[in-house]
């Protein structure tokens, strides 16, 4: 069996470290949280490629004047085949009770 070469690894965690270090802090500590994103760069939006979003399923949903909310059953559409496609793209944001589509 394979070890992984040490210094790979090293390589990787400082590759890490780097794009940790090049976003702001206040940035990177709520990138599961869309409502707190200040500035996307390239680095912010390569970490939450990386690292994917939250879903929050079977959360009650705040409703709005209309009495209408979000539902966690908008995170997947299913096909006339029957196949189910996940919509990775949508993130609910808690601060902003809102949904969110990432075009990245």
Same mark, same amino acid.
């Given at each position: ?12 965690? !400082?590759?890490? +470290? &780097? $794009? !940790? ?5 206040? *940035? ?7 409502? %707190?994103? $200040? ?7 390569? =970490?939450? *490629?990386?690292?994917?979003?939250? @879903? ?9 004047? +209309? ?8 995170? %997947? ?6 196949? $189910?496609?996940? %919509?990775? @793209? =949508? *993130?609910?944001? &808690?601060?902003?009770? $809102?949904?969110? !589509? =990432? !075009?990245?």
């Amino acid at each position: 069996m394979n070890s992984p070469n040490p210094s790979q690894e090293q390589e990787d965690i !400082l590759e890490t +470290n &780097k $794009k !940790l270090n090049s976003t702001s802090n206040e *940035v990177s500590k709520n990138i599961y949280n869309p409502g %707190q994103w $200040k500035n996307i760069d390239d680095n912010f939006g390569d =970490l939450i *490629v990386d690292n994917g979003t939250i @879903r929050y399923n079977d959360m009650q949903y705040q409703k709005d004047e +209309n009495n209408r909310h979000f539902s966690s059953f908008y995170y %997947q559409k299913v096909m006339p085949n029957g196949e $189910k496609y996940y %919509q990775r @793209r =949508l *993130v609910y944001s &808690k601060d902003l009770d $809102k949904i969110v !589509l =990432l !075009l990245l």
